[in-house]
T-cell receptor, first 110, second 117 residues
Framework: GIQVEQSPPDLILQEGANSTLRCNFS?????LQWFHQNPWGQLINLFY???GTKQNGRLSATTVATERYSLLYISSSQTTDSGVYFC????????????FGKGTKLTVNP | KAGVTQTPRYLIKTRGQQVTLSCSPI?????VSWYQQTPGQGLQFLFE???????NKGNFPGRFSGRQFSNSRSEMNVSTLELGDSALYLC????????????????FGAGSRLTVL
């Protein structure tokens, strides 16, 4: 099945800094999603981005499907951005089953 | 509109007992998926239901089962609980029915945190 790898595993920033999180996947995908898990465990869908670039406020994401990677950019980070960021891709065959990476744990200090 | 609702949010069980978790999807969403999250294994797919039919199943023992009702609400059951079943169980819903499209965007509930003693 598809392999999803994320880097870095941990990231510590000062408030106001920018960051880039990376997601590599082993096979071509038609569905790539980024999620943020807050400290209470809630997973929030940030982007559905099988290809191209999308922006939502201070967050943006780019997926280069031909090179099998996706990037999540966080600009002017805030303490509320802390948590774990996951990317996920489908296992294949039109399945709803998503394979998640191990996540990037982001800590934004005031 | 209301999000994905999972109940109960927290529960404590002892080994050998069974547990049933409930998930109410977003109105209009027909697909419900379940994931288990543990510190060691991360997020792992359990199963997915669409129109009351199990469409996909992850690599979990038969003690883990689920079902979906005609109103799209779903339940999952774990029998003969083991210590290793302690985890956050997450339910997600999507419009689905349209593979390879944005209908597959998942919306997660807040989760049910199970502790097995």
């Amino acid at each position: 099945g598809i392999q999803v790898e994320q880097s870095p595993p941990d990231l510590i920033l000062q408030e106001g800094a920018n960051s880039t999180l990376r997601c590599n996947f082993s096979d071509s995908v038609n569905n790539l999603q980024w999620f943020h898990q807050n400290p209470w465990g809630q997973l929030i869908n940030l982007f559905y981005i099988p290809s191209g670039t999308k922006q939502n406020g201070r967050l943006s994401a780019t997926t280069v499907a031909t090179e099998r990677y996706s990037l999540l950019y966080i600009s002017s980070s805030q303490t509320t951005d802390s948590g774990v960021y996951f990317c996920a891709a489908p296992s294949g065959g039109g399945s709803e089953k998503l394979v998640f990476g191990k996540g990037t744990k982001l800590t934004v200090n005031p | 509109k209301a999000g994905v609702t999972q109940t109960p949010r927290y529960l404590i069980k002892t080994r050998g007992q069974q547990v049933t978790l409930s998930c109410s999807p977003i109105s209009g969403h027909r697909s419900v998926s379940w994931y288990q999250q543990t510190p060691g294994q991360g997020l792992q797919f359990l199963f997915e239901y669409f129109s009351e039919t199990q469409r996909n199943k992850g690599n979990f023992p038969g003690r883990f089962s689920g079902r979906q009702f005609s109103n799209s609400r779903s339940e999952m059951n774990v029998s003969t609980l083991e210590l290793g079943d302690s985890a956050l169980y997450l339910c997600a819903s999507s419009l689905s029915g349209l593979p390879f499209s944005g209908a597959n965007v998942l919306t997660f509930g807040a989760g049910s945190r199970l502790t097995v003693l």
